[in-house]
């Protein structure tokens, strides 16, 4: 079983930045891959981010440049640092994890980029 649980969500003006966390319960060199999903209103949810066991990582195409995905192997936490924001990154951010054959997701974080 893995928890998971995302923080750092919040308001943000076009341009700014915010960092996302994601703390897992587990050690997470157990984890084969952590990501970062996220879903706007009435859209499907789309794969942001994520990073293997190995440290490698992978970005859809509309936040290469811009989201950086890292972990912190004494914490247990994986961050998603977001910059230059634009409205359309407004979404709700999950952290999902695939530990073996199965799949774990968090609660959600509210991202809203917005003047």
């Known amino acids: 079983q893995v928890q998971l649980v995302e923080s750092g969500g919040g308001l943000v003006q076009p341009g700014g930045s915010l960092r996302l966390s994601c703390a897992v319960s587990?050690?997470?060199?157990?984890?084969?891959?952590i990501g970062w999903y996220r879903q706007a209103p009435g859209e499907q949810r789309e794969l942001v981010a994520l990073?293997?066991?190995?440290?490698?990582?992978n970005y859809t195409d509309s936040v290469k440049g811009r989201f950086t995905i890292s972990r912190d192997n004494a914490k247990n936490t994986v961050y998603l640092q977001m910059t230059s924001l634009k409205p359309e990154d407004t979404a709700v951010y999950y952290c999902?994890?695939?530990?073996?054959?199965?799949?774990?997701w968090g609660q959600g974080t509210q991202v809203t980029v917005s003047s």
């Open positions: 999902n994890a695939k530990r073996l054959t199965n799949y774990y």
């Open positions: 990073i293997t066991s190995g440290g490698r990582t």
């Open positions: 587990r050690n997470i060199f157990s984890i084969n891959y």
